[in-house]
């Protein structure tokens, strides 16, 4: 069955650039009929989503993030990466990718088991 | 603040029937479907509800959905211990190119 994997630095200096990655398995990014999105919680707090992306590069960023976050996918990995630069301690959060699905009516019917990502010098 | 509004908490006994409410806009719940992730502690969210009112197989008929213009509830029926958990509501925004909206979130507590 489809599994997704977040990876990437656990910690980032404020004002540097956050990256991640998503591995797929079990399953082709490529596949059309999904996207690909990032979501995040703060400590304690709800779920935000940063956006997401479809295996030919479209992309869908939330307003408050847009002029940050850079998402993009490498079908030959079967990976999607998200990048958020500018960081501030506001971005520590708990980072999960997963899949939007058009079979659920786009809702994210995967996820990963997320990363924790705190911003600290 | 979040784009959708859910009451921060909800509680009930075993047994009882609990909702929960999420409030929109024409922008959100207005024109798209609404789902329901279910969020165990320190877990990640699992959907539960889609298409307004869709379960996904293995999720309890117990759960149910619902949504009449800008609103949208999720109602769970003789509720168990292992329902406690914050449930998020989201949908589609069409505003600014598009993005998903999430819901503040709902700690449901099983008395």
């Known amino acids: 069955q489809l599994q997704l994997q977040e990876s990437g630095p656990g910690l980032v200096k404020p004002s540097e650039t956050l990256s991640l990655t998503c591995t797929v398995s079990g399953g082709s990014i490529s596949t059309s009929d999904y996207y690909w999105g990032w979501i995040r919680q703060p400590p304690g707090k709800g779920l935000e989503c940063i956006g997401s992306v479809y295996y030919s590069g479209t992309t869908y960023y939330s307003p408050s993030l847009r002029s940050r976050v850079t998402m993009s996918v490498d079908t030959s990995k079967n990976q999607c990466s998200l990048k958020l630069s500018s960081v501030t301690a506001a971005d520590t959060a708990v980072y999960y990718c997963a899949r939007s699905s058009g079979s659920y009516g786009d809702a994210f019917d995967i996820w990963g088991q997320g990363t924790v990502v705190t911003v600290s010098s | 603040q979040s784009v959708l509004t859910q009451p921060p908490s909800a509680s009930g006994t075993p047994g009882q029937r609990v909702t929960i409410s999420c409030s929109g806009s024409?922008?959100?719940?207005?024109?798209?479907?609404v789902c329901w992730y279910q969020q165990l502690p320190g877990t990640a969210p699992k959907l539960l509800i889609y298409?307004?009112?869709q379960r996904p197989s293995g999720v309890p008929d117990r759960f149910s959905g619902s949504k009449s213009g800008t609103s949208a509830s999720l109602a769970i029926s003789g509720l168990r211990s292992e329902d406690e958990a914050d449930y998020y509501c989201a949908a589609w925004d069409d505003s600014l190119s598009g993005h998903w909206v999430f819901g503040g979130g709902t700690k449901l507590t099983v008395l």
């Open positions: 298409r307004n009112n």
């Open positions: 024409s922008s959100n719940i207005g024109k798209n479907y």
